[in-house]
């Protein structure tokens, strides 16, 4: 499956942002869509993804209630609302599909989007 992600850019505290992944190739029911986060010298951290259902979902704790998956009705693009934005927030956001229900450890995602940067000013 191919993912290609969108919708990064320049936003001030407090402010919002929708990113954008949208999946091709091989898609299928079994793939779980989700998204990751790298801060500039920190490692990829899990931020939200679907669960068994394709329907249900879960996050990072500490950004529960602030980010929003979503996914259209085919569920071939699926996006992440992030709102309040906090500086701490800047990182270059992935997209990823496994085919494991529920985790959230990065190395069990298979295939990854080539990344959209969102920077927060403070």
């Known amino acids: 499956v191919q993912l290609q992600a969108s919708g990064g850019g320049l936003v001030q505290a407090g402010g919002s942002l929708r990113l954008s992944c949208a999946a091709s190739?091989?898609?299928?029911?079994?793939?779980?869509l989700g998204w990751f986060r790298q801060a500039p010298g920190r490692e990829r951290e899990f931020v939200a993804a679907?669960?068994?259902?394709?329907?249900?979902?879960f996050y990072a704790d500490s950004l529960k209630g602030r980010f929003t998956i979503s996914r259209d009705n085919a569920g071939n693009t699926v996006y992440l609302q992030m709102n309040s934005l906090k500086p701490e927030d800047t990182a270059v956001y992935y997209c990823?599909?496994?085919?494991?229900?529920?985790?959230?450890?990065?190395?069990?995602?298979?295939?990854w989007g080539q990344g959209t940067l969102v920077t927060v000013s403070s």
């Open positions: 190739g091989r898609t299928s029911r079994t793939y779980r």
């Open positions: 679907f669960s068994w259902s394709g329907r249900g979902t």
């Open positions: 990823a599909a496994t085919e494991i229900t529920g985790t959230r450890r990065s190395e069990d995602f298979g295939s």
